[in-house]
């Protein structure tokens, strides 16, 4: 398949091969009529300008042949004397044509331009013309013939070129993806190829050759093909003629069905017009396409709730969307094509363009906060995100970045550290208070309890009313309990006052569980509850605080008696888990709590509601005390409840506190020697 500049070529040789035929043509025409004027001024030879005379007896034999056929044919003249027409050559032309001509002669008729082909001794053909008229003398009798031979060879071949080119050219044509149309120098269309006319659509049946352009223009706007011309028809006509008869430069127009030719027309070298018509519908959907694409694309990075900006490998901007404009009081316009050092003061800028060029350097995105003059002279703090632009080969060609104003944070985040500053020194304020206060209120609370101790067993003798035994009890209790709280109040207190010490040691866990059992082992039996122990034999040793952990088992052990009706049971449980951590675990079947519920008991002083919790004294600090103690030994505490199925708690300590006794002997053994 030949290229669209071959194709090119070669229409342009077969333009120049009809332009010669078309000159031999006007030479034909001329040759024609210095032959009529020939036989007017030369009576009996006026058929036409001639190239050899002959003369033809009664006998229809020639008789006479001009010296001019040897020059003209090659062919000697003396030898067709005494032969007839047929005799010197008749070649193969048509039968019919020939009976018809021999019906002429032997009527004695004239006859003009009788074309046969003549072959010669060679087998070379040529093709002559022959005129004549009838000789009589003045009786009538008949004479013979007199006339004039033309040579055709050369114009036939010529003909022959002139069609050959012809079909090239409409084979070319017709090969092209592009419509095309040639006009001859009147205006009128010449030569156009299927994909011309089918851009006429309904019209395409009427089109043909001969039609002038205007009348083809005409025909689009009947048919309403043009949308450009939609109510100024003979307007868009005028102009359209005028576009047409002084091509420039090649334009795009759209068609009534959607399509978008592209036309391109210019003159040829006999004052014709070439027209081609590229459908570039395709082309203009994806333009149309790629416009929305862009347009809607603006419109996202316009709206986003940051600034974006892209820049080349150079620094210069190629993007910047209303928000960056915005943030540092810019103008929209006058950023593509500067630099940071045009918007922004000289150390901030090289600080921007440092940061740019390490982002192309390494290909890795940075953030970075920065404070940033606004063109006004303010100040805002930005957060910048910088990422690489690559091409379609990963390599870096720019830079992108979001800038996004954190001016608000920076100054919630000041307000945040001056109320958390605030906030710590009240809370060590109010720990020193209640550290401060449980010590004043526990040595009269001691007394109390002494005091109430001896009355109630009497030991200065017995009371006078035994209501005062029972008064003395309460008073012993109520005191017990409010130390209790004040206890477990202090240690809150140390614990956030970060003044709580741990004094570790080894120690076996198995032995810690059994005796704070049997410390609430007469109040589980009091609740009719049943306590068991799920502690292994081979349980590794515990590195520390001795007290620490029996306050944490016993808080839980107490909030598991209490929290579970009588007829359930509580389960403490100990055990070396696979990661190294020793989980110590306690398990009721008690009233269970629901996740908002462990939210709030993980509270300090904070209580769950309900007709269980009411008949039950407590401060609500038992759980967050045990979680604070698990996580100064660098443990944690987990809750799992259902409500209604009871309560799961687990204390794990990690692995580096598990199993290490001998470790630890013999580092002690080494310090002492």
């Not at 030898?79 to 193969?92: F, H, N, V």
């Not at 303010?378 to 060609?397: E, H």
């Not at 909030?559 to 509580?570: D, Q």
């Amino acid at each position: 398949m030949p290229t669209k500049a071959q194709l090119a070529e070669e229409l342009e040789k077969l333009r120049r091969r009809v332009e010669e035929v078309e000159q031999l043509e006007v030479e034909r025409s001329k040759a024609d009529a210095a032959l009529r004027e020939s036989e007017t001024r030369l009576r009996d030879f006026a058929a036409a300008a001639s190239d050899w005379f002959w003369e033809m007896d009664a006998d229809l034999r020639f008789s006479f042949m001009s010296e001019r056929l040897r020059e003209v044919t090659g062919v000697d003249p003396t030898s067709t004397l005494g032969k007839t027409r047929q005799e010197i050559g008749a070649g193969d032309t048509d039968a019919d044509k020939w009976e018809a001509h021999l019906e002429d002669l032997q009527a004695h008729r004239p006859f003009r331009d009788f074309r046969y082909v003549y072959i010669n001794d060679t087998g070379d053909r040529q093709y002559w013309s022959i005129s004549g008229v009838p000789l009589f003398d003045d009786e009538g009798a008949f004479l013979g013939y007199r006339g004039t031979g033309r040579n055709l060879t050369e114009e036939y071949r010529a003909r022959r070129m002139a069609f050959e080119a012809q079909d090239l050219l409409l084979q070319a044509i017709e090969h092209f993806t592009s419509a095309v149309a040639l006009f001859d120098s009147e205006d009128r269309l010449l030569l156009f190829n299927d994909s011309y006319v089918e851009i006429f659509g309904p019209a395409a049946n009427s089109i043909g050759p001969g039609m002038t352009f205007e009348e083809l223009a005409r025909l689009q706007v009947k048919h309403g093909m043009v949308p450009a011309a939609f109510g100024r028809e003979q307007e868009w006509i005028e102009e359209r003629i005028v576009r047409h008869r002084n091509p420039i430069e090649e334009f795009e127009m759209e068609r009534a069905d959607g399509r978008w030719f592209r036309l391109r027309e210019e003159r040829t070298g006999n004052g014709g017009i070439f027209l081609t018509a590229t459908d570039v519908s395709e082309t203009k959907t994806m333009e149309r396409a790629e416009r929305e694409i862009r347009d809607r694309l603006r419109a996202v990075i316009d709206h986003l709730p940051a600034g974006l900006v892209l820049k080349d490998q150079n620094g210069a901007y190629l993007l910047a969307n209303q928000q960056f404009s915005e943030l540092y009081g810019l103008q929209s316009n006058e950023i593509v094509g500067q630099s940071a050092h045009d918007h922004f003061p000289a150390a901030e800028a090289e600080v921007i363009n440092a940061q740019d060029r390490t982002v192309l350097r390494t290909g890795i995105p940075m953030e970075a906060e920065m404070e940033v003059s606004r063109h006004d002279g303010g100040k805002v703090f930005a957060m910048i995100t910088r990422f690489p632009v690559l091409d379609s080969t990963g390599n870096a060609i720019g830079v992108g970045g979001i800038h996004m104003n954190i001016s608000e944070i920076k100054e919630k985040e000041q307000q945040l550290r001056v109320a958390r500053d605030e906030a710590e020194r009240a809370n060590h304020a109010k720990s020193a208070f209640l550290a401060n206060m449980s010590h004043e209120l526990r040595t009269p609370l001691n007394a109390i309890i002494g005091f109430s101790e001896i009355m109630e067993q009497g030991l200065f003798g017995p009371l006078g009313n035994p209501q005062y035994s029972e008064y003395a009890e309460d008073i012993r209790r109520s005191a017990s309990h409010l130390l209790s709280i004040i206890s477990d109040i202090l240690d809150l207190s140390k614990i956030e006052a970060g003044r709580m010490e741990l004094h570790e040691e080894h120690f076996d866990l198995a032995s810690v569980a059994q005796s704070c059992q049997t410390i609430v082992k007469e109040a589980a039996a009091n609740a009719g509850l049943a306590l068991r122990s799920l502690l292994p034999e081979d349980l590794p040793s515990l590195y520390a605080d001795k007290r620490s952990v029996r306050q944490i088992l016993l808080n839980l052990l107490s909030n598991a008696i209490k929290f579970t009706p009588s007829g359930g049971g509580v389960i403490v449980e100990a055990r070396q888990e696979p990661g190294g951590q020793l989980a110590l675990i306690v398990r009721d079947t008690g009233i269970g709590m629901s996740a908002d519920d462990i939210e709030i008991v993980m509270q300090p002083f904070g209580q769950v509601e309900s007709a269980h919790t009411r008949s039950h004294d407590g401060t609500g600090l038992g759980l967050p005390i045990t979680r604070s103690l698990a996580e100064m030994h660098g443990g944690s505490m987990t809750i799992e409840s259902e409500v209604g199925k009871g309560t799961s708690i687990t204390v794990r300590f990690p692995a580096e506190r598990v199993g290490v006794e001998e470790l630890y002997r013999l580092e002690e053994d080494r310090q002492t020697a």
